[in-house]
């Protein structure tokens, strides 16, 4: 999924300068395993990216870059495990929606996503997508709607968890629509596309992520 070597040597630059006390890099830096935590469930567009772009900065840093899924409530549980580890660079987290979403949802987070968590690059560029099941008589996003509006709450759609933007692009297109449909929560989005493929939901609000390329 990673297009372009230069991305990868731009990212090591900026981590080579990130999370080390006192502003400055360390020369040593790295000198030991890096550990990346995906805040979800392996599968999912986080998992999908996360783990090549593992693989090129272990290639890139000439240390090992390990892979931590640590999914639950709606990322941030690896939010938080990321914003109260140690300060020196070893540990990252690929960042999702949920940094900015978050506050927002929740009356309290356990970590400040502005003050716990510094931004590094930008890796990727998601877009939300809408599918449905082949049983679903509807091609075209104004026939789904049309459906939906004769079938009132008789439609449901996954998501990968209260809160991830699979959940709230349809809750989105519910409210600008005045259609119904029932919300069904997975762990992940690698699961709500199981369940979309089994036939168990209709309509999944999926990710499509664009790997960002070096200028």
Known sequence: MLRSGRFAAGVLAALMCAGVAGGAC?????????????????????????????QRLGEQMGVQVVVDNRPGAGGNIGL???????PDGYTLVLGAPPLAISPALYAKLNYDPQKDLAPISLAAVVHNVLLVHPSVPARSLKEL????????????????????????????LQSLTGVKMVHVPFKGVGQAVVGLV??????????????????
């Open 26 to 54: 360390a020369q040593s830096y790295p000198a030991r395993t890096v550990r990346l935590i995906l805040p979800f469930p392996p599968g999912g567009p986080s998992d999908l990216l996360g783990r090549p772009l593992a």
């Open 80 to 86: 938080e495990l990321a914003a109260k580890a140690p």
């Open 145 to 172: 709607i049309q459906l939906a509006r004769n079938r009132p709450g008789k439609l449901n759609y996954g998501s990968g968890g209260v809160g991830a933007t699979s959940h709230l692009a349809p809750e989105l």
């Open 198 to 215: 089994s036939g168990e939901v209709d309509v999944l609000g999926a990710c499509r992520t664009y790997v960002r390329q070096a200028p």
